[in-house]
């Protein structure tokens, strides 16, 4: 029923499981270690991260402003050569208006500056 373990076998199998205890607490010991070292890693890189999107943040924000104020310059401009455009046909009409009755026209004198 039970088995006779000779006593050096015994001991060999005692040492062998002495030595796999002391292997498995080295490894359990650099895992440890590998850990932390890496926890310290991911701590830096989530630093990093954030401080670049910081950064892109603060650049995404400053040229979002910039294109705002070219698009209200733009308006601005667009207004401006709207209410030309829209002058420039008041005085074609008024023009053509003024040939169908015959209205002599005046002549447009320029000033010139005299040195």
């Not at 499981?17 to 070292?37: G, M, S, V």
């Not at 070219?70 to 023009?95: D, T």
């Amino acid at each position: 029923m039970f088995k006779i373990v000779k006593k050096s076998t015994w001991e060999q199998q005692q040492q062998e499981l002495a030595k796999a205890q002391a292997t498995i607490k080295q490894y359990q010991e650099e895992l440890a270690e590998t850990k932390i070292i890496l926890d310290i890693r991911v701590k830096a890189k989530t630093h990093q991260l954030q401080e670049e999107a910081k950064i892109f943040e603060e650049r995404f924000s400053q040229r979002a402003k910039d294109l705002k104020e070219k698009i209200e310059e733009f308006e601005e401009f667009q207004r401006l050569m709207v209410g030309r455009e829209l002058k420039m046909i008041e005085l074609k009409k008024a023009l053509e208006e003024t040939k169908q009755k015959n209205i002599p026209l005046k002549k447009w004198k320029t000033k010139t500056k005299k040195n």
